[in-house]
């Protein structure tokens, strides 16, 4: 994972609060929709034969909903993902799976996942 992503909190709990009006068990649903995206999007988004423009489409979707819940790292690796696929037609999805990876686990030790 780059510098700038080991940067951003895994999870901006202030943000999600915001998001959520504070509400713990909207809290919950949200980032178990959140949760449900990143595993679906991720395997979709490393599918080779699927076009670069849908693959990054995929990216762009999942940017928003971690910008959404607050889940930083990976709203951050969804972009250099979504551009480089935009802009070259591939990406390396290393730094997006590791991201995903910690921000769930993260959610699972706090309890906050479904």
Do not use: I, W, Y
Not at 74 to 89: F, I, K, N, P, Q
Request: hydrophobic share 50%.
């Amino acid at each position: 994972m780059d510098l700038e992503n080991k940067l951003a909190p895994l999870l901006d709990h202030a943000h999600l609060d915001a998001q959520t009006f504070g509400d713990a068990d909207l809290a919950r649903e949200v980032l178990s929709l959140f949760e449900d995206q990143c595993r679906r999007l991720l395997p979709a988004m490393a599918e080779a034969s699927r076009p670069a423009e849908e693959r990054a489409d995929l990216a762009h979707t999942l940017k928003g909903a971690a910008l959404g819940v607050g889940a930083m790292q990976v709203a951050e690796a969804s972009t250099t993902v979504e551009t480089r696929l935009r802009t070259v037609g591939e990406a390396d999805l290393e730094a997006l799976g590791s991201a995903v990876a910690e921000t769930l686990a993260a959610l699972a030790a706090l309890g906050l996942e479904m």
